[in-house]
T-cell receptor, first 111, second 114 residues
Framework: SQKIEQNSEALNIQEGKTATLTCNYTNYSPAYLQWYRQDPGRGPVFLLLIRENEKEKRKERLKVTFDTTLKQSLFHITASQPADSATYLC??????????FGSGTRLQVQP | DGGITQSPKYLFRKEGQNVTLSCEQNLNHDAMYWYRQDPGQGLRLIYYSQIVNDFQKGDIAEGYSVSREKKESFPLTVTSAQKNPTAFYLCAAGGSGGPQETQYFGPGTRLLVL
């Protein structure tokens, strides 16, 4: 079956450390992968898009990697801050003209 | 949330009642989307529309209906056939290029059953 998996357990890290979140998928061959941030009770906000021919994408403290062989994307936040605490969602191109979202991973950055 | 408005913020539905959730955008995007989010879950696609007067079913369309008569509006009706409608409903808009386009989300409507 086709699946998008993100760690359902919350990730707790100390302020200043690097947070690494994982998005694994099976039976898809996405041309694009996107990451969104969602705060409680609010709509998701776009962070980064990476294409299948790109290994890595950076934006300020954020970095995304995309390994089409492993069928995995890693999302890194360096020098994490309490304000980075949120749920992070990955979303894939799954062959239709709409994204398919993972269930998200909640990140908690402790001061 | 900029440019996407959803109303109401909270909506209560009685058993057997149809209710309509409003979504309006001023971003001039061709594509619009409706998602459902249950507690602790990701977003599941209900319906999407790439262009006016055209829309496609998503993964969980049963019990829902939509219309796209204007580019800026994409209302969602939760019908009485939807037996478990309690959820957070999110509307989004984006370019018609599909998955390569950024999606912009509204603030959401929380639907509760009385």
């Amino acid at each position: 079956s086709q699946k998008i998996e993100q760690n359902s357990e919350a990730l707790n890290i100390q302020e200043g450390k690097t947070a690494t979140l994982t998005c694994n998928y099976t039976n898809y061959s996405p041309a694009y992968l996107q990451w969104y941030r969602q705060d409680p009770g609010r709509g998701p906000v776009f962070l980064l898009l990476i294409r299948e021919n790109e290994k890595e994408k950076r934006k300020e403290r954020l970095k995304v990697t995309f390994d089409t062989t492993l069928k995995q994307s890693l999302f890194h936040i360096t020098a994490s801050q309490p304000a980075d605490s949120a749920t992070y969602l990955c979303a894939l191109d799954t062959g239709r003209r709409a994204l398919t979202f993972g269930s998200g991973t909640r990140l908690q950055v402790q001061p | 949330d900029g440019g996407i408005t959803q109303s109401p913020k909270y909506l209560f539905r009685k058993e057997g009642q149809n209710v309509t959730l409003s979504c309006e955008q001023n971003l001039n995007h061709d594509a619009m989307y409706w998602y459902r989010q249950d507690p602790g879950q990701g977003l599941r696609l209900i319906y999407y529309s790439q262009i006016v007067n055209d829309f496609q079913k998503g993964d969980i369309a049963e019990g829902y209906s939509v219309s796209r008569e204007k580019k800026e509006s994409f209302p969602l009706t939760v019908t009485s056939a939807q037996k478990n409608p309690t959820a957070f409903y999110l509307c989004a808009a984006g370019g018609s290029g599909g998955p390569q386009e950024t999606q912009y989300f509204g603030p959401g409507t929380r639907l509760l059953v009385l």
